[in-house]
């Protein structure tokens, strides 16, 4: 029977694998829905992290899009995550389905398989988990008895590469596009699913929001550049680009209301508030701050009751006030400030992810460390010169980055984390070995602030790679040798001054994973024959070191590029003209493509722009053209205290929000 629970048949299993917990399910809040709860026209969702369940499982965007679907009364809503390469050899022998961890149901029972892709590197794991769930690799041999398999996540911003596998993508944020895709299938089912798949998948491309791969067609000029892509003709109303989603005011959406705390450990054990969405600091490389604008503020009540209620419903100990840039919020000392006088005495200590160099202030930093924990200080400058920095537009200065530090290491801070990219677009080996030269000083200024020698400052350095929807996707990406070869320098730059070289902590990635990330960012179609190859071949879990194999990948893309004349080179290391058609220009994310091209010529001349936060706009094309608008602070409120009883809170006090 559909929907019915496969845990007799899994349970004899997990005595044979690795953290079995992981399989178990029955996390505190999380939910297991009769699988009628709606009648016969209960739409059910199979929600996806396609990662391990230690990375999946605090991911904040399923989280949000689990609880905001379970809500509804005709829809319900279970996760599943990657299983280990132990689990899928006992499933496959055992003939055990992909399921998911709240009712142990089979993945080919739902409605909808939703995967959230952060990262290009899950794709394989995506092959797995449709294979092992009897679902066709192909949506083309899907039939009306498959799930439809819907991509999200900031990497199906460009979902070409892994367009034969999808039913359709989501681009932007899930909360208000899960429900209406739940609403155009419960129509479709209450109509007596008409048409079947098809008519299904034409309701969803119509709304103008879902991208359905099969209704485009691509064709190639024979240099291997794309010439076009158009919608089929013979499916009218399919419309020439599909728009991204974006939830305004986010106060009406707070969500995680009932944070789900993992039974085994995850890689962050805290609880999560995203204090805000969006980032304009026009950072050219980032593609997170360029697709989520505009910026969107959660008001300091809104964000106060959510710390109350996930407290309450976690037992958690640590806040982590999440975002692009969470300094930046335009009541950031006052939201610190009024949780570290709420909950001073109690155990929960408040996180910020990194913080902006231009962004940091001692007592923002102490009123993070109010309750005595003090942990290291992360600052991303990206790039290791002033030249460098401008090209990127990350405006700080090495002075800023020195009065930063020297304030830290003044309050009492022992510990700093820079963070550093190689390979960006003009980048000489002088930008590179000038991170040497940063970091040594950093030492310096450290020791002569604190008046100690037990200064610490770890270089952490990642490749860089262009991505879609940014001033950079046009660039050359550097290879992985060149890359390799000026960390090499970087490298023997800091070990080569005695007096600071040993307090310098220096970790870096080499440059093979980049150029298969480059891959998959830029890819078009034919790249779907490299990744479902590299899966075939073995390719799980590429994003972990242990089982990524750079060969595996080139020797796959090298086999199936070929009869069309390319080669990952021609995706990575080559730059791209104005004129070409990218893979993704049919995908809508507000910005304009003649804005993105000039604030690359911008970039090349060294050109800086102001965050349009604070300035008059700088007609990027987003709000416009997506009816929406900036919506920051300051909202004027304050924080009221609240009762706390042995580290929980016990009743509400806080203003509600307007």
């Not at 911003?157 to 596009?177: K, R, Y």
């Not at 305004?248 to 204090?275: G, T």
């Not at 090349?604 to 990027?620: G, M, N, Q, Y």
Request: net charge negative; aromatic share 8%.
């Amino acid at each position: 029977m559909p929907g019915e629970s496969i845990f007799p048949t899994l349970e004899p299993l997990l005595e044979q694998v690795s953290k079995p917990i992981q399989y178990v399910g029955g996390e505190l809040n999380s939910t297991v829905k009769d699988w009628t709860v709606g009648g016969d026209h209960t739409v059910r969702w199979a929600l996806m992290y396609p990662d391990a369940y230690e990375v999946g499982v605090p991911n904040q965007g399923s989280m949000i899009l689990y609880e905001v679907l379970n809500e509804r009364p005709d829809a319900l809503a279970e996760r599943t995550y990657s299983v280990w390469p132990d689990m899928e050899a006992l499933m496959r022998a055992h003939a055990v389905p992909q399921f998911t961890v709240d009712g142990h149901r089979a993945l080919g029972d739902f409605d909808l398989f939703g995967l959230s892709f952060s990262t290009e590197l899950g794709y394989t794991n995506m092959l797995t988990a449709l294979d092992l769930g009897g679902i066709p690799l192909h949506a083309i041999d899907r039939d009306d008895t498959h799930p439809v398999v819907i991509a999200g996540g900031h990497a199906a911003f460009n979902p070409e590469t892994i367009a034969d596998f999808i039913d359709a993508a989501i681009v932007g944020d899930g909360e208000e596009a899960v429900l209406m895709v739940t609403d155009v299938v419960a129509a479709w089912k209450r109509d007596g699913m008409p048409g079947g798949r098809v008519e299904l998948l034409l309701r969803l491309a119509r709304t103008g929001s879902v991208y359905v791969p099969r209704f485009y067609d691509v064709s190639y000029l024979p240099d291997g550049r794309i010439q076009r892509i158009a919608p089929n003709p013979a499916y009218p109303g399919v419309p020439w680009r599909v728009a991204k989603h974006t939830v305004m005011d986010l106060d009406a959406w707070p969500y995680p209301k009932q944070p789900l705390v993992p039974l085994a450990e995850s890689v962050h054990e805290r609880m999560s508030v995203e204090i805000f969405r969006g980032c304009t600091r026009g950072c050219r490389f980032c593609q997170a701050g360029m697709i989520t604008r505009p910026v969107r503020e959660r008001s300091i009540t809104g964000i106060g009751e959510m710390v109350q209620r996930g407290l309450a419903a976690t037992g958690f100990e640590e806040v982590g006030l999440l975002s692009l840039s969470s300094a930046d919020h335009t009541e950031i000392g006052e939201v610190t400030k009024g949780l570290a006088d709420r909950y001073e005495g109690s155990k929960v200590g408040l996180s910020l992810p990194s913080t902006r160099v231009d962004a940091f202030n001692i007592d923002l930093a102490n009123e993070l460390t109010r309750n005595g924990r003090r942990s290291g200080l992360t600052f991303a400058p990206e790039g290791g010169s002033e030249r460098i920095r401008k090209v990127i537009n990350k405006m700080v200065t090495e002075e800023d980055l020195i009065n930063t530090v020297a304030a830290a290491y003044g309050a009492g801070w022992r510990q700093v984390k820079l963070y550093f990219m190689c390979g960006l677009p003009t980048e000489t080996d002088e930008d590179v070995v000038q991170i040497a030269e940063l970091a040594k000083k950093v030492i310096e200024t450290g020791r002569k602030v604190s008046g100690r020698n037990d200064i610490r400052c770890t270089v952490s350095i990642g490749g860089f790679v262009p991505k879609a929807h940014t001033p950079f996707q046009w660039a050359p990406q550097l290879s992985a040798e060149d890359t390799d070869a000026r960390l090499h320098k970087l490298r023997d730059a800091i070990r080569s001054d005695r007096r600071v070289g040993s307090s310098i902590g220096f970790r870096y990635h080499d440059g093979k994973p980049g150029i298969v990330e480059g891959l998959l960012s830029r890819g078009d179609r034919r790249v779907g024959r490299v990744i479902e190859a590299v899966w075939r071949d073995g390719g799980r879990f590429d994003g972990w070191s242990e089982h990524f194999s750079y060969e595996r990948w080139m020797e796959c893309a090298a086999r199936e590029l070929a009869p069309f004349g390319i080669d990952v080179d021609w995706y990575t290391t080559r730059g791209r003209e104005e004129s070409e058609v990218l893979p993704w220009d049919h995908i809508d994310s507000g910005l304009d493509k003649e804005w993105l091209w000039q604030d690359w010529l911008d970039a090349i001349d060294e050109v800086e722009v102001d965050d349009c936060r604070w300035t008059p706009c700088f007609d990027c094309g987003v709000c416009p053209q997506l009816g929406t608008e900036i919506q920051v602070g300051p909202t004027g409120k304050t924080l009221l205290p609240i009762t706390v009883v042995g580290g929980s809170p016990v009743r509400e006090q806080t203003h509600s929000h307007a």
